[in-house]
């Protein structure tokens, strides 16, 4: 039976094994306005399996399984999700604008992405700005004929047949990688045909408000040895506010991408010879990480958090038991130690576990909260890497929670004031709440008693009421082994990046077989909380690069003030003001050349985002004072040094912004 949820929230249950999506619809007597804006489905089946249900959007074409056991949630082009559609069918409205303009161009692979859609194209020489912008004109026209979607399947011999006529290399490549048995399908809108497996929108027409974005270079395969393609990258909405919206904070953000503030304001490198994905902190980096671990820390230890340093790598065994070996290997890095298997940490769980087990637990040192900057590696595919934010040695502000059932609801409760107040502090201050939970309609994929379940989701549930806090409820997105809350925040420029993280685990303290000795005198088992505030450092910094443009907050800005004297015959007293700052814990540093003026001095602090400028000459040597200037360009004026000082020590302690 497959439950079809509505637009309107409805759900209607329908029995139809084998039939088309779009002749189900036909037959469902739906109200015809509605029956005609519907372009496809999200499916998520309730078979059995561990981790996520598995997810897929289908367009009308899609046949319903022989064992329809189903939810599919019908989609119009404003429902969240539809973008994996027309972004999917934009992508091809692409490849044929470039077979029109550049008919030698080969086609490789097409797919929707996160924030709009990518093609590879093998030519024989790069994209121009101009040549996109001839093919968005291409596209226009696409889009205007509204050539509809249609689907056809074909066996594996006359594909290839196609294909070899069409001299399509890598549609051939990718045909002969299709497992045996697979349908082999086409779409065809125009002129055009793909060898694809969808899903689509159901004409080019659909969505009309889309932009190509950019073009860049991309091995076939990710893989250096193969060729290089070319990949124009596009987006699309289906309103034409979101495109703007979109544009406007693309441009935005490309102002403070973080891969070259990083560079100008010296905070991290990355160097081929050392491997992608591999993060050299650079000192003045060091120093807004030190401060942003320094602040975490002392709130952690307020709350009784106890610290830990554990191992970057363990014996097989370990992660067998885990489980990792069996759900997380492909991402695990592998080494040998005297012939034996031993894996590098892609978490940091296992470790805290032992640490627990190290000794017998009594239920009075309940909750235990052990946490670590837990550094830990994994082997994310070079092709999705991207600067801070997608990298393979990943730090964690990592945090496990041994607690009895009855702590829990106070456990979480404290995490989500912990994670506010830290996020708060650092100018996050709108968040979007996710709570996942179980499936109801099939509980039996979950490990774990339904007792605790029930109580660890009205834990969960129940803080977020108590605090008031808005939040998305979502049926079925629970991991496998426990509930969770996600905290998104939205930076300075609207962007939702996914942050605090607090998760129930009901399979570890099982297998590694943890318990505690209660009041009863009885062993019990424990439950285990996983929980991150800002989850990766690497990422969490990159982030906060460009949340703050660059522009640190003055108590974790790398340099805090820097001493300006205007002539030579002021190096004397500015190095002075430089001692005594330094000597009250202020970071700053004195810049003077006698080649360079004030003002080219001036600004290169303010390009280096210094907080504070001071600069001295005649009058403040003599009075004991600096002229103060703010990289805001405020001038505050002759300030007396000690007075200055004091100033800046407190709004430091404070953790003002400036
Ligand atoms: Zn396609
Ligand atoms: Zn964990």
């Known amino acids: 039976m497959a439950i079809f949820k509505l637009p309107d929230g409805r759900r209607l249950e329908v029995h139809k094994p084998g039939a088309r999506l779009g002749d189900v619809l036909k037959e469902l007597g739906l109200d015809p306005r509605l029956a005609k804006r519907i372009i496809g489905a999200r499916v998520r089946s309730s078979s059995t ?19 329809d056991s189903l939810e599919l949630e019908l989609l119009t082009p404003e429902s969240p999700g539809a973008e994996w559609l027309y972004r999917h069918s934009l992508a091809h409205v692409l490849a044929q604008a470039v077979k ?42 696409i889009v205007e004929a509204n050539y ?16 070899e006529e069409a001299d399509e290399p890598y549609k051939l490549e990718i045909l002969d990688e299709l497992t045996e048995g697979e349908t082999v399908s086409f779409y065809k809108d125009g002129e055009f045909v793909d060898l694809c497996r969808g899903p689509h929108a159901p004409s080019t027409g659909l969505v009309k408000h889309f932009k190509l974005l950019d073009v860049a270079g991309a091995y076939w395969r990710g893989d250096e040895r193969r060729p290089m393609l070319q990949r124009i990258y596009g987006t699309a909405f289906y309103r034409k506010d979101d495109l703007e919206r979109f544009l406007k904070q693309r441009e ?31 000192p003045k980096g060091v120093v807004v990480r030190r401060e942003l671990e320094r602040f975490e820390m002392e709130e952690h230890l307020k709350r009784g958090y106890q610290f830990v340093v554990t191992p970057h790598l363990g014996k097989a065994q370990l992660w067998e038991t885990s489980g990792h070996l069996a ?61 801070l934010l997608r990298v393979r040695m990943i730090t964690q502000d990592d945090a496990h929670i041994f607690c009895t059932p009855d702590q829990a609801e106070d456990v979480v409760a404290e995490v989500v004031e ?94 590694f077989d943890c318990t505690y000795i209660a009041e009863d005198g009885r062993e019990h088992r424990p439950y285990i909380i996983h929980r991150a505030i800002f989850g990766s450092l690497e990422r969490f910094l990159g982030i906060l690069i460009e949340h703050y443009a660059g522009a640190f907050p003055l108590w974790l800005a790398p340099v805090q003030a820097v001493v300006l004297p205007i002539a030579d015959r002021h190096v004397e007293y500015g190095l002075n003001v430089l001692n005594r700052l330094r000597e009250a814990g202020v970071r700053a540093e004195l810049s003077y050349s006698p080649h360079k003026t004030l003002s080219a001095r001036i600004r290169d602090a303010q390009l280096k985002k210094v907080p504070y400028m001071l600069v001295v000459g005649d009058r403040e040597a003599k009075e004991g004072t600096v002229a103060v200037r703010l990289r805001t360009e405020e001038d505050l004026g ?9 100033t800046l020590k407190r709004k430091i302690a404070e953790r003002a912004e400036l």
């Not at 981790?51 to 046949?63: F, I, K, S, T």
């Not at 929707?112 to 020489?125: K, L, N, Q, S």
């Not at 502090?425 to 029930?454: C, H, M």
């Not at 002759?638 to 004091?646: F, K």
Request: aromatic share 14%; net charge negative.
């Open 100 to 141: 029109r303009l550049f008919p030698k161009a080969k086609l490789a692979i097409g797919p929707p992405i996160e924030d709009g859609f990518y093609y590879d194209f093998d030519v024989p020489r790069p994209f121009t700005p101009e040549d996109l912008q001839k093919i968005e004109r291409e596209m226009k026209k």
């Open 49 to 67: 399996g561990q981790g996520r249900a598995p997810e897929q959007y289908v367009d009308l074409y899609y046949r319903l399984p022989e064992d």
């Open 327 to 387: 759900y997380y290997r492909e991402n695990m890095f592998k080494v040998d130690v005297e012939g034996q298997e031993y894996f590098v940490k892609p978490m940091n769980c296992p470790f805290h576990i032992m640490i627990y087990k190290s000794r017998t637990r009594s239920y009075r040192e309940l909750p235990l909260k052990l946490a670590e900057y837990g550094t830990v590696y994994r082997n994310e595919r070079s092709g999705v890497l991207h600067g």
């Open 638 to 646: 002759p300030r007396p040094l000690d007075e200055l000082i004091e």
């Open 252 to 282: 935005e953000a490309a102002k403070r991408d973080h891969r070259r503030l990083g560079r100008e304001l010296e905070l991290f490198a990355m160097e081929d010879a050392v491997g992608p994905g591999l993060v050299l902190w650079l």
């Open 418 to 511: 912990l994670a506010f107040y830290l996020l708060g502090a650092l100018g996050f201050r709108d968040y979007e709440i996710y709570l996942s939970v179980r499936d109801p309609q099939n509980l039996s994929k979950y490990a774990g008693t339904d007792e605790d379940w029930a109580r660890a989701e009205a834990a969960l549930e129940g803080v977020l009421n108590e605090k008031e806090l808005p939040y998305k409820r979502m049926e079925g997105e629970a991991q496998f082994y426990g509930p969770k809350i996600d905290v998104h925040a939205r930076d300075a420029i609207g962007r939702l990046w996914q942050l605090t993280t607090v998760q129930f685990d009901f399979v570890l303290p099982e297998r």
């Open 148 to 163: 509809p979607f249609e689907r056809f399947e074909v066996s594996r011999e006359e594909a290839r047949k196609m294909l």
